[in-house]
């Protein structure tokens, strides 16, 4: 049996939510809240499995009762619904430790689904977070190869992503040739390439 508590300040919605929850005989209801600023006690008192956390509720929002729980259970499973489909909730939610996010406009007819692909070891998503997780990867992975490079790394590459020869970037940065040469080698090792090419698509290409 898998114990789900559900936290939803919205009544008709947490009854729906927790009526969903009895009528499937591999689940059981682990507590059903209108808020979250006892999440701590309650599942130290009820002990689920999984927890369905709407993010909008009095007291405190979803995300600091995510944070919360995670301190001290952090096997517990959570899967945010919400209506909120921005990237800084998404990205804080995931930070917090949630491990799936659901859009209520769909999450009824895909909760159970949702709560056995997360104990399967999943990541239930609605299709269109999903595509924005994957585009706030992309964007991390971008600034993460920006920070590797220094501001001296940054200027070489990208006069030599447009086309000018060794010769001409120490003319343009002012130190000579083998000097050039020791920045693109150090840009090598960052980047994990092998060519100005693949250095100039790296960086350039991504942002």
């Given at each position: ?9 919205n009544l008709?919605?947490?009854n729906?939510?927790s009526?969903?929850?009895r009528?499937n ?6 507590g059903?809240?209108?808020h ?36 001290e259970?952090?096997?517990?499973e959570?899967i945010?619904?919400t209506?909120?489909?921005d990237?800084n ?5 995931i ?7 659901l ?7 895909t ?13 239930p998503?609605?299709?269109?977070i999903?595509?924005k997780?994957?585009?706030?990867q ?10 590797e490079l220094?501001e001296?790394?940054m ?18 940065c ?10 693109i ?23």
């Open positions: 049996m898998i114990k789900v508590a559900i936290y939803e300040d008709a919605l947490r729906t939510l009526e969903i929850i009528s005989t591999d689940f059981t209801l682990a059903e809240f209108g979250c600023l006892d999440v701590v006690n309650n599942c130290r008192a009820f002990q689920p499995d999984v927890i369905i956390m709407d993010l909008d509720m009095p007291g405190k929002s979803g995300i600091e009762g995510v944070k919360e729980l995670k301190k259970f952090p096997d517990i959570v945010i619904n209506v909120f489909d990237d909730r998404i990205f804080e939610a930070q917090a430790g949630a491990t799936g996010y859009l209520k406009k769909n999450s009824l007819s909760l159970i689904s949702s709560i056995q692909e997360v104990k399967a070891g999943g990541s998503m609605s299709p269109s999903a595509r997780v994957l585009g706030l992309k964007e991390k992975s971008a600034v993460n190869i920006f920070k220094s001296k790394e200027s070489i590459l990208e006069h030599l992503s447009k086309g000018l020869s060794y010769k001409m970037v120490a003319t343009e002012n130190i000579s040739i083998d000097t050039v040469r020791t920045y080698k150090r840009i090598y090792e960052k980047l994990q390439v092998h060519s100005v090419t693949e250095a100039v698509h790296k960086v350039f290409i991504k942002k």
